[in-house]
């Protein structure tokens, strides 16, 4: 009998032809405080169902690793469809739409197909948990394109036959669980046995999946709820639903019908529909003088200050703008992170009590010298930079802690307006795979950083964790506090956005650890069909990344 030798962490060891890869994780699991998800099999990520079937080099990915945690987080929406699928029948599971995320929880949109109750709820989930307590496999196949869109086709999910309709490859995995097939953007966990971790709650129109975090794979926190956002999510729904873009599959049928210059304008339209109605609630309200926007980064922050600005003028305002970065302190006063780092991105890198007295003086009428911030030397600096606020003026600042009480926490509430904006995706893959906001983010970034700082796509990469944990500590805790909230996100963004992410992705190689990600996001790019920049109008947020912007962004 044959044998293959895997090098694990410097380990020689033989195992026989047919060994599984769970097999192999199950003899090192003790070494891991989380369970493994996946292996790396000499740089290609491999299921556990799947054989061994050379000599390589091995490491493991376990639940707190990005790769395992998105293996489970598909396996449990799998399960979770699969569950009603069992209660309700075929035709109600495949509608089910997974919309969005709100902390620890996936949102599903059930359309009137089921009932919404905690009675319901219940019910899912014991079916879920039984179906766990089964330890019923996850099985991939791979089918040739048109018989998988035949398969789909019969199963009435005409959200994956659009989407394979534009594949360029000759095959496509599906997976299957005990009958029920259905396809997803990833990998896989082998069994039902593995999604121990879950709750799923009544909320709103439609139900929560609350799963674990990576950072602690075995623990389901209890659902905090953010009706603002919320509301801002089912906003963004209602009106995709209203001019019939859902999915990719939808987009790249528009796209192909050349529609897209219609599309843009219709978009852009609604965007600036919404800034406009902000600028008036913030002028009916009186006595406001301090515009507070703030969002995780690649927002499109920039953009939307000029163009809130903009409209705050056609109702008779004065807009000026400030950066709360012009008020970090001198850079042997910046905090350490944990690594030993400049922490830029906490409170504590702000110097709060300078800008509460200087935004203080301002209100009360008085003349002030604003300071500017010079990274290249990390010192604060004035150059005449003074301000003087008569009755019709009013600043519009920005900053990553403009939500958060600390920042303003001398000024008089009446006289504040808290913008919180993010790109919030709008679309999906289908039904079953959602569009992270992280991902549509992250690729504004790299494109940003690629154009304007001559960072490659490496780079970008590797830093996004960072970026990640300081939206978590210093942002995302902020968000229900603000009056206002505006999605940044186009429909068609990351239909732009593919031709100048792609070759930055590209340049990535297998030996770098950014390899993987790089590949995840290449196979997402390429659901989409290109749109020419072109279309854009110059003062599109999208501009703020891919260029040729009006603004100083």
Same mark, same amino acid.
């Given at each position: ?9 410097g380990?020689?060891?033989?195992y ?9 994780a ?6 891991f ?7 790396s099999?000499?740089?290609?990520i491999?299921? !556990?169902?799947?054989r ?18 998105q ?5 449990a ?8 699928q069992?209660l ?7 509608k089910?739409?997974?919309d969005?995320?709100?902390?620890n929880?996936?949102?599903?949109n059930?359309?009137?197909?089921i ?5 319901a709820?219940? @019910?899912i989930?014991?079916k ?6 089964r330890?019923i496999? &996850?099985?991939?196949?791979?089918l ?19 989407l ?8 496509v #995995? ?19 046995g ?5 709750d799923?709650i009544n909320?709103?129109?439609? &139900?929560?999946? !609350?799963l674990?975090?990576?950072k ?13 956002l919320? @509301? ?5 729904h209602?009106w ?23 599309l843009?304008?219709v ?21 406001v003088?301090f ?11 920039t ?11 056609t109702l008779?305002?004065q807009?000026?703008?400030?950066? =709360? ?7 042997e @006063? ?7 780092n400049y ?10 009590v ?7 003086k !301002? ?8 300071p ?8 604060? +600096?004035?150059?005449?930079? &003074?301000?003087q ?9 920005e900053?990553?802690?403009? =939500?958060?009480e600390?920042?303003s ?19 999906n893959?289908d039904?079953?795979?959602?569009i ?14 690629a154009?304007t ?27 229900? @506090? ?7 996100? !186009?429909i &068609? ?5 593919k031709?100048?992410? +792609?070759?930055l ?5 297998k030996?770098e650890?950014?390899?993987f990600e ?10 989409f ?12 947020i ?8 009006c603004? #100083?962004?």
């Amino acid at each position: 009998m044959s044998t293959f030798t895997l090098n694990i962490d410097g380990e020689l060891k033989e195992y026989p032809k047919g060994t599984t890869w769970e097999d192999v994780a199950r003899d090192y699991q003790k070494y891991f405080d989380s369970p493994i998800a996946a292996v790396s099999d000499s740089g290609k990520i491999r299921e !556990l169902f799947k054989r061994v079937e050379r000599d390589s080099d091995v490491s493991f990915f376990t639940l707190k690793d990005k790769i395992g945690h998105q293996t489970y987080v598909r396996a449990a929406i799998m399960l979770t469809i699969k569950a009603i699928q069992e209660l309700y029948g075929a035709e109600v599971a495949n509608k089910i739409r997974l919309d969005f995320s709100i902390g620890n929880g996936l949102f599903l949109n059930v359309s009137d197909l089921i009932p919404v109750s905690e009675e319901a709820a219940a @019910q899912i989930k014991a079916k879920m948990e039984e179906l766990v307590a089964r330890d019923i496999p &996850y099985m991939k196949r791979s089918l040739p394109i048109d018989e998988a869109i035949a398969l789909f086709d019969d199963c009435g999910m005409e959200d994956k036959v659009r989407l394979f309709k534009y594949r360029r490859s000759s095959r496509v #995995n599906i997976y299957e669980l005990d009958g029920y097939y259905d396809y997803f953007y990833g990998y896989m966990l082998p069994r039902t046995g593995y999604v121990k971790y879950f709750d799923f709650i009544n909320y709103g129109t439609g &139900y929560m999946l !609350l799963l674990p975090r990576a950072k602690t794979p075995t623990v389901v926190d209890p659902f905090e709820e953010r009706k603002k956002l919320y @509301q801002t999510f089912q906003n963004t729904h209602e009106w995709c639903k209203q001019i019939g873009l859902l999915n990719v599959g939808d987009l790249n049928d528009r796209i192909c019908k050349g529609g897209m210059n219609d599309l843009i304008l219709v978009q852009e339209a609604e965007q600036e529909r919404r800034i406009g109605e902000i600028a008036k609630e913030i002028v009916a309200r009186g006595g406001v003088k301090f515009v507070m926007i703030a969002g995780p980064s690649s927002s499109g922050k920039t953009s939307f200050s000029h163009r809130l600005s903009i409209q705050l003028r056609t109702l008779g305002m004065q807009p000026h703008a400030i950066a =709360l970065d012009d008020y970090f302190v001198n850079r042997e @006063q910046t905090p350490l992170d944990e690594d030993g780092n400049y922490n830029f991105e906490c409170i504590e890198a702000i110097d709060t009590v300078q800008f509460n007295e200087d935004m203080l003086k !301002l209100l009360d009428g008085e003349r002030v010298e604003l300071p500017t911030f010079n990274f290249k030397i990390g010192r604060r +600096e004035y150059n005449g930079h &003074y301000m003087q606020l008569e009755k019709d003026d009013i600043l519009v600042i920005e900053g990553i802690h403009g =939500l958060n009480e600390k920042m303003s926490y001398a000024l008089p509430n009446e006289s504040k307006y808290k913008i919180y904006i993010s790109a919030l995706t709008s679309i999906n893959v289908d039904e079953h795979n959602r569009i992270s906001t992280t991902d549509a983010r992250l690729i504004r970034r790299m494109v940003r950083d690629a154009r304007t700082r001559g960072s490659d796509a490496k780079r970008t990469l590797g830093m996004w964790a960072s970026v990640r944990r300081g939206e978590e500590e210093n942002i995302f805790p902020f968000q229900e @506090q603000a009056d206002a909230m505006f999605n940044s996100v !186009l429909i &068609y963004e990351l239909a732009c956005l593919k031709p100048f992410a +792609e070759p930055l992705l590209f340049e990535i190689g297998k030996d770098e650890p950014e390899y993987f990600e790089a590949k995840r996001l290449l196979k997402f790019l390429d659901y989409f069909l290109s749109v020419p920049s072109e279309f854009l109008p110059n003062n599109s947020i999208c501009r703020e990344f891919v260029g040729g912007s009006c603004f #100083n962004v």
